[in-house]
């Protein structure tokens, strides 16, 4: 991310210019918290309308952005907006519109003994920020999780790519006002260096969830910099743990498929761990199948035992989230073992077992500690899409609020009613 | 609370002196995760049995504590204890497990087209840190709510207690011996200066959860300084709102338990709203109800112009948690002023209506963002034991997580149960 070539011109002088954005996005938070759904759909449906209408002048700011931009080519293809990207995000937006209202959900319902109702009811989180980096359709994604579920929400985007966001925000700003919303419901940070984001992390009590959607290194400064709480995902280091009650058949296409459908996503399994009892036939055929789409291997010396021309696994190889055509291996004696390699080295993302056997399934289930833990189904299914819930603003890999896809029943929080007939307390 | 005299000595160069206790934290978690409701009620059965047992130990080591002590009467009455408060603790550990397993319950469950089942399910927090002051009471309940929740936890207790929450404990220590459970479930700091406490809030990925008990300053040095996840209780700033369509006598009945029942707990009244149109009648009657019981008065301007001899209130009045024999009034025109004021100075805790007008009354609750919006109930009900949640750690106004009381419900997770029969995502 290059830093500090903003368009707009601002003193840093230790004047806070994200505050009087949090401030007004506090002020509309009652307004969204009560909004019709209706009108909430309404927004996103017109922001769709108009993004799909500005069409040239969305390609013609992200041109400015590309021109100016020195990033590698990766990078460079992630800012890139075409036609048919354009319309995804457009798509997108009227997809989130079709979901169910997250908002004034009744959790839970009980009565006490003295006639008190209690009620919990679902309601928006109230001001989010959001700290991505130069993905033009990062930005679009979040304004409609945080319209559809009442709260306001501050974008900072990379500064790379301010003048495709800021085109972008012109169309969701038009949404909200078409429906009659407040535009303070999602507001652009000043383009400028990081002291925007510094100031995000510190305004603790204006803003109430930080999201980073980024690498490593922006997820870390972020958790480490921040007085308001992080809804963050720190990395994806997936397991498929092969059990000897396996079925055979199942267990190749099931690691295939978590391993090499999709070698970059979080949900990918970076690791195999096998039982010792099947591995000396099983591990050969599980590794001829990755060879052949190209993979590459970093296994402990049992797993080298028992197949040749593996590269032996460092330590760090097992702590490592590959995002690439490689597997860790590791041959377990147990499911014990297997559950201690993942306490140690697992991120708390998603992990599997492939088994049979219920009882060890069920032990497996149990035992993991991590947002998600599947039996007979393959990694890549962490997802939001899969799991029902519709777009997903990422995965959670924190242990509070929120774990796993994120989408917008995540992002509302809940209050008690409490309903009587003039009891007081005794 | 007087820092700096503990009675054991540590370097404290540099040296984190929680980092291995919350390791070994980390560790058992896995052991309580996974441990039968049976085993966690025995642990506190046994730990209760022990306290009683103990009960002239407990006193001698309490007596170190109350001879050292050089804090005002109040604070010295709380770190006191009696053969009757050490009943109580007892009592209060057996009353934990007879509650309901918070663990492995099933919050929701669904399948997907493909035939995925999925379920979200409910595990312990993990590593939990109590940072409190000299109420030895604090460490059991707080400890007793771990072990039932098959949390790990940390306690940080006021240097001036340390005998006294030492010698206690011991007695949680047996109890966990007898019923075959880590004894690392229940640590406790080693006494010293603030040090550790700050150890505990730099110890993010080790202390899933920090909870500060104690007074404004204390929780405010915790929230600004803490790098983990806090559950803290910043302040109850709690209003009760008199409609126009309220019942008289009802209303009159409600806010004299709402502020005057105990004027010290943070679901007290604090502030009274009233609407314009029955307050030149009414609001005579309530001032005098609460006179007769020693309550005093800041009042706005509407409010002295109908009952003579008032304070006045200035702007920092209506911001003030009195927990004291005050109450702010302010007369509103109506039921959107009195929103405005909630949001405007409440603290996100309690909130109530009064009223026989059921749309009134909807509206306030859906606008109220408060943990917890009552209709026609004293806010005094606002805590765990009338929530029906048994024992409490305390109430929440955070946005995230747990709001309102803290019991062992709120002191769980989830994470989901995928199971599938072999899937692999297209």
């Known amino acids: 991310m290059v830093e500090g070539h903003g368009v707009m011109a601002f003193s840093d002088q230790g004047i806070n210019l994200m505050l009087p954005l949090a401030h007004k996005a506090r002020e509309v938070g009652g307004v969204l918290a009560q909004s019709s759904l209706e009108k909430r759909n309404n927004a996103l449906q017109a922001a769709a309308f108009k993004i799909r209408d500005m069409q040239a002048e969305i390609l013609a700011e992200n041109a400015k952005d590309i021109a100016a931009f020195t990033g590698n080519a990766a990078m460079r293809d992630r800012l890139l907006l075409t036609p048919e990207r354009i ?35 679902t309601m928006p989180v109230g001001v989010l920020g959001i700290i991505y980096e130069s993905r033009p359709n990062v ?12 709260n306001a929400i501050l974008l900072r985007g990379g500064s790379d790519s301010f003048h495709s966001a ?26 400028s260096n990081r002291e925007r984001v510094k100031e995000m992390l510190h305004a603790s009590g204006m803003i109430d969830l930080i999201i980073p959607r980024g690498g490593k290194s922006l997820v870390e400064f972020v958790l480490h910099e921040s007085r308001v709480p992080v809804l963050a995902h720190a990395e994806g280091l997936c397991h498929t743990y092969i059990h000897t009650d396996a079925e055979l058949d199942m267990a190749r296409k099931i690691l295939l498929n978590a391993k090499m459908r999709r070698v970059g996503i979080c949900g990918a399994t970076e ?12 591990l050969p055929v599980l590794v001829e199948d990755l060879r052949q789409k190209g993979c590459g291997f970093r296994a402990d010396k ?11 696994a460092t330590e760090q190889d097992f702590a490592t989230e590959w995002l690439d055509s490689v597997l860790s291996i590791a041959v377990v004696s147990n499911i014990e073992e297997a559950l201690q390699h993942i306490a140690r080295y697992g991120s708390s993302h998603t992990e599997a077992i492939v088994t049979q056997n219920e009882q060890a399934a069920q032990q497996f289930l149990n035992a993991t500690q991590s947002a998600v833990a599947m039996w007979n189904a393959s990694t890549q299914f962490c997802d939001g899409g899969e799991f029902g819930f519709g777009a997903e603003i990422g995965i959670s890999t924190g242990r509070l609020h929120a774990r796993g896809p994120v989408g917008v029943n995540q992002l509302t929080t809940f209050r008690y009613h409490v309903i009587g007939h003039g009891q007081t307390r005794p």
Chains 1, 2 share one sequence.
């Open 271 to 282: 690791t195999l761990l096998i039982d010792e009892a099947i591995a000396p036939s099983f």
């Open 139 to 150: 930005g679009i994604d979040a304004s409609g999780l945080a319209i559809k579920s009442g």
């Open 166 to 191: 800021s085109v972008l925000h012109k169309a969701v700003v038009f949404g909200l006002e078409q429906a009659g919303l407040p535009t303070a419901t999602v507001q652009i940070a000043p383009n």
């Open 302 to 312: 049992k797993a080298r035992a028992l197949v040749p021309g593996l590269t032996a």
């Open 87 to 121: 319309e995804v995000m457009a798509r997108g937006l009227e997809e989130i519109s079709a979901l169910p209202d997250p908002l004034n959900r009744i959790l839970e319902e009980w009565e006490r003994p003295n006639g008190l109702r209690i009620r919990k009811v």
